[in-house]
C-alpha cells in the first residue's frame, strides 16, 4: 500500500499509548497514564506500569480505532515498542501486538522506543498546529536530543528506517529523573519536572553555578556526546543541606526555592544543548530535533531557540502530545518500514529493555 494503515503501540514506560497512522498522516493518538499510580512512590515502580498496561490495553486500543474511525481489519499492519525500556511494561505492548498480529493474520514490526521518538516528526494532521517549525518535513540527517523520564540520548539520524547512530545518552540519570529528584528534595510534589519549571520562572538562574555534567576538557575526551545528572543532582542535595546547617529554622532565611530550582534547570539546560548543538557542528548537521517529556520545560525550549539561532541550525520540536510517549511515534515508523518494503519482525522478537538503535 502506498499509504499503509499502521496501528503502533507503546508502553515501554508508564504511558500506554496506543496510535493510528495512514502513511504520515496522523488519525489517532490514545494515551492512558499511570502516573497517578506513581506519584505516591516518588517515581515509576516497574511492576504497577505493567499491571497498569494489561488494564488498560483493550480499551486504549478501542479508543484509537473509534477515534481514527477505523476497524482492525482494516489494518496494513501492526508496529510496537520492542525496547528500550522497563522489561514488564514492554513485554505486555509486545503479547498484545503479537496477539493482534496472528488473530488477524496482519504483519508486525518491531520499533525501536528512541528511533519512535523521532518518527512522531514525519506526522501531520489535525491539531498538530502548535508544533515549532512545519510538521511532516523532517529533513535527514538530523541530530535528535531524546529527553524524558527514561532516557537522555543524542542520536544522529541518516535514515529512519536503517541509518540511526547513537551519539550518546546518559551515564546515569536521565534528565527527568534528575527533574523528579530535584522536586522531591525541594519539597515539590512528583512528578517534578513541570513543578520545578513553575518555581524557576521566579528565580535567578545565575545564582548558584551548579556543575554541567561531564563538560570538563578531560570528560569530554571520552564522553563527548554522554550526559552525567547524578553528580548535578548531588550538588543540589549538598547545597540544601548546606543551607539548612546554616540557616535551618531561620524565618528571616527560608530556603531559596526558586533560585535552586532555576539554577538547577539552567544547569540542565546549559549541557543538554550544549551538547545537541556540538554534536550538530562537529558532524555538519544544520538540525536538532527535540523529543521526550522534558521538552516541555520552559528553559530547555528557549534555551534550544536562542543557541540553534546563533549557530545556524534549524530547530525542530514536535507538538507536546507527541514529545511525550505515545503510539502514535510507534505506528509513524510502522508505517515508514511497511512504505520501503521491509520484511515484518514476525513472532520472533521479544521486549529488550535495553534494545540498541
Ligand atoms: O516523555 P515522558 O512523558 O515519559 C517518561 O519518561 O515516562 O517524560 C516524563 C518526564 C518526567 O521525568 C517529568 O518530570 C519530565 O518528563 N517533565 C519535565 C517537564 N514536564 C515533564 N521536566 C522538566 N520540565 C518540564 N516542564
Ligand atoms: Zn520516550
New binding site residues.
Given amino acids: 500500500a502506498a499509504e499503509p494503515l499502521v496501528l503502533g503501540i507503546e508502553t515501554s514506560?508508564?504511558?500506554t499509548g496506543v496510535g493510528v497512522v495512514r502513511g504520515r498522516t496522523l488519525l489517532a493518538n490514545a494515551i492512558a497514564s499511570s502516573m497517578d499510580e506513581h506519584a505516591r512512590f516518588g517515581g515509576?515502580v516497574p511492576e504497577v506500569a505493567a499491571r497498569a498496561h494489561l488494564e488498560a490495553m483493550r480499551p486504549t486500543i478501542e479508543r484509537a480505532l473509534a477515534d481514527a474511525g477505523v476497524t482492525l481489519d482494516e489494518l496494513d499492519a501492526l508496529a510496537v515498542t520492542a525496547g528500550p525500556g522497563l522489561a514488564g511494561a514492554l513485554m505486555v505492548g509486545v503479547s498484545a501486538a503479537k496477539a493482534l498480529a496472528v488473530a488477524l493474520g496482519k504483519p508486525l514490526y518491531g520499533v525501536n522506543h528512541l528511533v519512535g521518538h523521532v518518527g512522531a516528526d514525519l506526522l501531520s494532521g489535525e491539531g498538530l498546529r502548535e508544533a515549532v517549525g512545519a510538521v511532516g518535513e523532517l529533513e535527514l540527517p538530523t541530530v535528535a536530543l531524546l529527553v524524558?523520564?527514561?532516557?537522555t540520548s543524542l542520536l544522529l539520524v541518516r535514515d529512519l528506517v536503517g541509518d540511526v547512530e547513537m551519539l550518546g545518552e546518559t551515564i546515569d540519570d536521565?534528565?527527568?529523573?534528575a527533574?523528579?529528584k530535584v522536586?522531591r528534595l525541594l519539597g515539590l510534589p512528583y512528578?517534578?519536572?513541570?513543578q520545578?519549571?513553575r518555581v524557576a520562572a521566579e528565580g535567578d538562574p545565575q545564582a548558584i553555578r551548579f556543575p554541567r555534567g561531564l563538560t570538563r576538557p578531560k570528560d569530554l575526551e571520552r564522553h563527548r556526546y554522554d550526559f552525567s545528572f547524578s553528580g548535578l543532582k548531588t550538588s543540589v542535595a549538598r547545597w540544601v543541606e548546606k543551607f539548612e546547617s546554616e540557616h535551618g529554622g531561620d524565618p528571616e532565611h527560608p530556603l531559596p526555592v526558586a533560585d535552586v530550582a532555576a539554577s538547577f534547570?539552567e544547569a540542565v539546560a546549559d549541557v543538554l544543548l550544549t551538547k545537541a548543538l556540538a554534536a550538530c557542528r562537529d558532524l555538519g548537521v544544520p538540525r536538532l530535533l527535540l523529543g521526550?517529556?522534558?521538552v516541555?520545560?520552559?528553559r530547555?525550549r528557549e534555551l534550544a531557540r536562542e543557541r540553534c539561532a546563533a549557530a545556524g541550525v534549524e530547530l525542530r520540536v514536535p507538538p507536546l502530545s507527541l514529545?511525550?510517549?505515545n503510539g502514535a511515534m510507534i505506528a509513524s515508523i510502522g508505517a515508514q518500514l511497511v512504505m520501503a518494503g521491509h520484511a515484518p519482525s514476525g513472532l520472533a522478537f521479544g521486549a529488550d529493555s535495553t534494545l540498541p538503535v
Fill in positions: 514506560c508508564d504511558e515509576v524524558s523520564g527514561g532516557h536521565a534528565a527527568g529523573e527533574f523528579d522536586a512528578p517534578g519536572g513541570p520545578i519549571d534547570r521526550g517529556g522534558v516541555a520545560n520552559a530547555v514529545c511525550t510517549d
